[in-house]
């Protein structure tokens, strides 16, 4: 398709992407962002190696390698500390010919909204609705005005606004019956070293550390717990502390070492898989359209897989808009549904759902073969769209 007005709603991982994509496709974008100031929901993000591969197709890989962590190891513990099994990464890399990097999301957010450019990007306006009309697609926005463009793609998120028209009804996240707290912290000699993802695993409960760039640490913890909880940021490190009680040594000096202040505390949720993902001349993309549990790390890396794929149609078919439109959806439906229901199973198991399965997993985690866990993450990095 040549010539074409995009509009992007929400400037997130996803919508900048897809905007960058787009606009080095000859395409003219315009993105709408509902907050005045991008702060991402979370500290850190680990971009396996289908999102860093999106990233070096759009020319961003030598940026993104300088502000990711160096994580050549996975270890396993158990909470109190025995070590159940270490996972050397560099066969992984071998295997899939790129490197793992996790990062801020800040430094992220940032290196995506420098490359997209400050000129059709605007912030503190929401869209309110979308609609089609005579050949067109219309983002109505709070600000009063109706946008058109050729097409609309709805980034806006796990509340998505935009997903309302697509599937014709309000599609509420399902809560996954777990709370996570993250933030960052810097390298010390009393926190595990500084190349290695190290996860503490025990009562149904974990504790995690991943190094970013900085010489720094993305720690999380997840814990189960009733939907509807809320703890105020300066009574966060006590939370943990009761709740993390006599976890290994590593841990106690994690939840000495970070500010609660800085700690977000989030319930966690995903969606069902949707029937679909684009009607007429508007798509949904990333986390409006396929929200998961981060526990298999693909949430970001799918929304970047749409991006890739989105503009791919666009570019090389010419029958239509809502054509090259559906065939992204085909091409991306089952993709998503599958790692959303698969990251749902993970995250069941990881937080006790059935206590009698998690305590087997744990059992099972020290008899892993590395290569087969290598060989399962190697396994959804080879069937995203670039291999
Ligand atoms: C705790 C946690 C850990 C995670 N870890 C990982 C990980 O390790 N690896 C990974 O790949 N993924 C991870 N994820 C998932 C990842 O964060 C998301 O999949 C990703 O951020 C989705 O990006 P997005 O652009 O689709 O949506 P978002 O990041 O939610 O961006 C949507 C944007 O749209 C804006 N917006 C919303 N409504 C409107 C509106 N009406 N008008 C205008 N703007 C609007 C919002 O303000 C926001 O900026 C994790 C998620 C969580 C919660």
Redesign the pocket.
């Known amino acids: 398709m040549y010539d074409l007005n995009v509009v992007i ?8 992407s897809t905007g960058i994509a787009l606009r080095q496709a000859g395409y003219r974008v315009k993105v ?4 005045r100031e ?5 500290a ?5 190696s289908n ?1 860093v591969k999106v990233l070096n197709a759009l020319g961003l890989g030598e940026e993104l390698a300088a502000l990711g962590g160096q994580m050549d190891w996975m270890e396993y513990l158990t909470h109190q500390g025995e070590l159940l099994n270490s996972i050397d990464l560099q066969p992984l890399i071998q295997q899939v010919g790129q490197r793992p990097y ?1 990062v801020s ?1 800040t430094d992220l957010q940032q290196m995506l909204r420098d490359a997209f450019g400050p000129e059709d990007l605007e912030l503190g ?4 609705g979308v609609e089609e009309r005579e050949g067109e697609a219309i983002a109505h ?2 600000d009063g005005r109706a946008v058109a463009a050729d097409l609309i793609i709805g ?8 997903r309302d028209y697509v599937v014709g009804k309000p599609v509420a996240p399902r809560y996954a019956d777990y709370v ?1 707290w ?1 933030g960052l912290v810097p390298f010390s000699d009393d926190l595990p070293s500084g190349n290695s993802w190290v996860i503490y695993v025990g009562e149904n409960k974990r504790a995690s550390m991943m190094p970013v760039g900085g010489d720094r640490f993305y720690f ?1 913890f997840g814990a189960p717990m009733a939907q509807g909880t809320t703890v105020a940021p300066a009574d966060r490190r006590e939370e943990l502390a009761t709740l993390f009680q006599g976890w290994a040594e590593p841990v106690q000096n994690l939840i000495k070492h970070l500010n609660p202040l800085e700690t ?1 505390r ?1 319930e ?1 949720g995903d969606l069902d898989p949707l029937d679909r993902l684009v009607r007429g001349r508007i798509a949904l ?4 359209g396929h ?2 549990t ?1 526990t298999l ?8 897989e749409d991006a890739v794929i989105l503009t791919r149609y666009l570019v090389t078919t010419t029958i239509s808009v809502s054509d090259a439109l559906q065939r992204y959806e085909n091409a991306r439906k089952q993709r998503t549904a599958d790692l959303v229901l698969k990251a749902r199973k993970r995250t069941g198991t990881i937080y006790g759902k059935d206590p009698a399965a998690t305590e087997s997993w744990y059992q099972q985690l020290s008899q892993e073969v590395p290569s087969d866990v290598t060989g399962a993450i190697a396994d959804i990095i080879l069937t995203g769209p670039l291999g």
């Open positions: 709603i929400g400037a997130g991982i996803g919508g900048l709408f962002e509902r907050t991008l702060r991402p929901a979370g850190g993000i680990s971009l396996w999102g996790p999301r306006v929401k869209c309110v926005l709070d980034a806006d998120g796990v509340h998505s606004t935009v996570n993250n999380f977000n989030l966690i993309l990333g986390d409006a929200a998961t981060p790390g693909q949430g970001a890396c799918q929304a970047l």
